[in-house]
């Protein structure tokens, strides 16, 4: 605590993150501060704070700060620092996904349409997200099917291609064959936009025709789908909120919290129509809900596109926010702190979402913390480890015969997976199906990143987990050793028992079956097993897919890789149609046909 007292003696009046310690120098929290020394002496002076405040406090072995120009680069570092670091005391949006987008690229001749999920400042037009029971596949069939807007990447060069299946099924207009001019084309895209930005009357009455002429041609299963995409779209239309004078693009966020445990509500309404929501569960030691929640926001929209507002509670840094989206996103939001009306109406609909999520989920997550940060500290105290082991890391080898080997690394961050940090490796230097050999590769490769550049991206562990008995522990010990290791506990776990070894014993370790300690260990075995398993099947299903073609008189290079780029494995273009191998660029029907007879006779 002394070196404590006198860091906060010296901490400056400026804007800055500051980042806190526990006694094995682990990031345990980061947060960002107007003034510096008012805040971090904060929770050193100031009392009562709240629960998860002391508990994080009472961890804290020391703390580092970095001084910013402004408190908008503070908001940014801060968020940044999270993200890196992944401190179990922050706001951690693991639950959190993306949504998917449809993206269009107006930049282009004859702009086509297709899904994203990752939004880019490229001038491109977004919409979305799509959420809440609304397909976005059906979305973009019907923009096919109503405005015969191209959904291919196929490139469209001063050369006309063969036109593919969907012309003859008038589902495109086959600009890549010039069967449509620019301006022609400009006004289906044109079209096709308005339907995407919510006006579904013309979608509707097209498809009602498309369904009226296919049941009395007796079609009764394209009949079907066109009427289904019809209550899709009215579905659609039952979601738009009448009440709103005009139609309004935002995202409307509400916050709960009982004292330790938080939630968040996140409402979508775009062009006035209600796109779904979601519910966060949140568990941080913040001083204050504003502060909460404006961790929340950053961190949610550094992986979503933020809309033109943001109706919110009273809680959160509305100026700082706006700010920092201005400055650092690049896009003017403007933050409403609703108080009456429509918005208010819609801001008290998540707040009651948010606060029914939080009760629902107190359990999970305390729950959530006996299998995972709980059972990280049972396990260092079961097993005597010199260390809290926050970052664990396992590793799997696979291969069939020696054929394609491959390694993986996949980490838990306090006894939950960080898929982003999982690694995986081809073996380079190992002939024939050895194992260990492939496994020493492996850990050379991994462990000899540490004390370089490279350890921001690998940072080191507190604990490897190996797949094994005393003897597979043993032969790694000796890795250790040759890279003069000392500082990183090591321990194995033996399948059939499921007994665990350690370094500090000969005997094994038996830990009862249903302890949330083992359950973590044999849950990072499986998954590093999952993971090599899944590489290696993919790279083998591409290798024989690749030497398939090659065996094909007619498919070259160009060809192949086309093939293999729009199909990936071998039971792709397996299952494909003969159309559908067709249009493969270069490929036609008359060598779709000869690949299709060669695939049937042959495998």
Do not use: W
Request: hydrophobic share 35%; proline share 3%.
């Amino acid at each position: 605590m002394d070196v404590i007292r006198e860091k906060l003696r010296l901490l400056p009046d400026n804007p800055g993150v500051y980042i806190m310690l526990d006694k094995y120098s682990n990031v345990i929290y980061v947060g960002k501060a107007r003034v510096l020394k008012n805040r971090v002496r904060q929770y050193f002076h100031s009392s009562p704070k709240p629960e998860k405040v002391m508990q994080m406090v009472a961890n804290v072995a020391d703390f580092n700060y970095i001084i910013t120009s402004s408190e908008i680069d503070a908001l940014a570092l801060e968020n940044n620092l999270i993200k890196k670091y992944k401190p179990k005391y922050n706001i951690l949006l693991k639950d959190d996904k993306t949504y998917p987008y449809i993206k269009v690229d107006m930049r282009e001749d004859f702009p086509n349409f297709y899904v994203t999920r990752r939004i880019n400042k490229d001038g491109c037009r977004y919409f979305g997200p799509f959420m809440g029971g609304i397909n976005y596949k059906d979305i973009l069939e019907t923009c096919q099917l109503v405005y015969n807007v191209r959904l291919c990447r196929t490139a469209i060069g001063a050369k006309p291609k063969r036109e593919c299946l969907n012309y003859h099924i008038n589902r495109c207009c086959a600009p890549c064959a010039h069967k449509i001019s620019k301006e022609e084309y400009a006004e289906k895209v044109r079209k096709a936009l308005d339907f995407l930005e919510g006006d579904y009357k013309h979608a509707y009455t097209a498809l009602r025709e498309k369904m009226l002429s296919a049941a009395e041609g007796e079609n009764f299963e394209l009949a079907i789908d066109y009427k289904n995409k019809m209550n899709m779209l009215s579905k659609l239309e039952g979601k738009r909120i009448t009440s709103i004078n005009k139609p309004i693009d935002a995202d409307i966020i509400s916050y709960a919290t009982n004292g330790l445990y938080s939630a968040v509500n996140v409402l979508i309404t775009r062009n006035g129509i209600m796109q779904g929501g979601a519910s966060y569960a949140l568990d941080e030691a913040h001083v204050s809900d504003g502060e909460a929640l404006t961790s929340f926001i950053t961190q949610y929209y550094s992986v979503h596109e933020p809309p033109a507002e943001l109706i919110t509670d009273g809680y959160c840094e509305k100026q700082l926010l706006e700010e920092f989206f201005g400055q650092k996103a690049g896009k003017s939001v403007t933050i409403t702190l609703a108080k009456q009306g429509i918005k208010a109406d819609l801001l008290k609909m998540a707040g009651e979402n948010a606060r029914d999520y939080l009760e629902k989920s107190i359990d999970k997550i305390r729950h959530k913390d006996d299998m995972t940060i709980n059972a990280c500290k049972r396990l260092q105290d079961l097993l005597c480890l010199s260390r809290y082991p926050r970052r664990m890391e396992c590793y799997d080898i696979s291969n069939v015969s020696g054929v394609d080997k491959v390694g993986s690394m996949v980490v838990f961050i306090d006894g939950e997976a960080d898929k982003s940090s999982y690694r995986r490796f081809k073996i380079r230097t190992v002939e024939g199906a050895d194992d260990f050999a492939s496994l020493r590769e492996v850990l050379l490769r991994r462990l000899s990143k540490l004390g370089t550049e490279e350890e921001s991206s690998f940072p080191k562990p507190d604990l490897i987990v190996i797949d094994g008995g005393k003897g597979q522990l043993s032969a790694v010990k000796c890795i250790f050793d040759e890279l003069g290791i000392s500082d990183i506990d090591l321990i194995s776990i033996a399948k059939q028992e499921e007994e665990i070894f350690t370094l500090s014993g000969e005997e094994s370790v038996k830990i009862p079956r249903n302890d949330y300690s083992l359950r973590m260990v044999q849950r990072i075995r499986d998954e590093s097993h999952r993971f090599a398993i899944t590489y290696f099947r993919n790279i083998h299903s591409k290798r024989n897919l690749a030497s398939v073609l090659d065996e094909i008189e007619g498919v070259g290079k160009q060809k192949r890789l086309a093939l293999m780029k729009k199909f990936s494995n071998l039971q792709n273009i397996l299952q494909a149609s003969e159309e559908e191998i067709a249009s493969t660029e270069g490929v036609g029907p008359k060598l779709a046909s000869k690949i299709k007879e060669y695939l049937k006779e042959n495998l």
